[in-house]
């Protein structure tokens, strides 16, 4: 790829909102494929506003077509409240439908806050269609419902996964994430294990 005379345009204030998928044209391009790109963590909404104003300003807009930032809805279980939370799948990446032309790679490549695309010695390589459909699939997936009634140095038994049947103790609790370390006794040692609070039960 040619670095061409392609001048990056002032940097602007961003407004962001939490969007899954940002829709930069409506236009048809038969040669659009979708790419992964590399973004700061935790500022990919950010960075993908500005992809779609360089789209825009450098009038690219019938060559990059669309951002997803893959999130799923979780609950959320802290001190006994429950709530919906929206999180990042892939932290640090970004999915963008477009065409690999040298300008359009160049735009999304130089947009502040990206740093490479995915792919093999500098070449980006295309997401085949059947993963970029298990991504959205994942997406809508219903959340987990955690229940965190467990405490540390409870003793519980692995119902899920491949300690199935062993006997654990609590060693810790991410009420968070809904998970939680139990120690198990693997050739007479402790060893600790991460499991969700669904993989365990009261003995």
Known sequence: MNDQNIQAPAVQAVKVKRPNLIKIS????QKARWYVVHAHSGHEAKV???????A?????TDKILEILIPTQEKIQIKRGQKKTVTEKIFPG???IRMELS????LAVRTTQGITGFVGIANKPTPLPKHEVEAIKQYMTQAAPQYKADYVEGEAVKIVDGPFTDFLATVSAIDEEKGKVQVLVNIFGRETPVDLDFLQIKKV
């Open 93 to 95: 990446y970004m999915l």
């Open 48 to 54: 993908a506003e500005m992809v779609k104003q360089r």
């Open 26 to 29: 409506t236009s048809e391009n």
């Open 102 to 105: 040298d300008d359009a790679w």
């Open 56 to 60: 825009k300003t450098l009038n690219l």
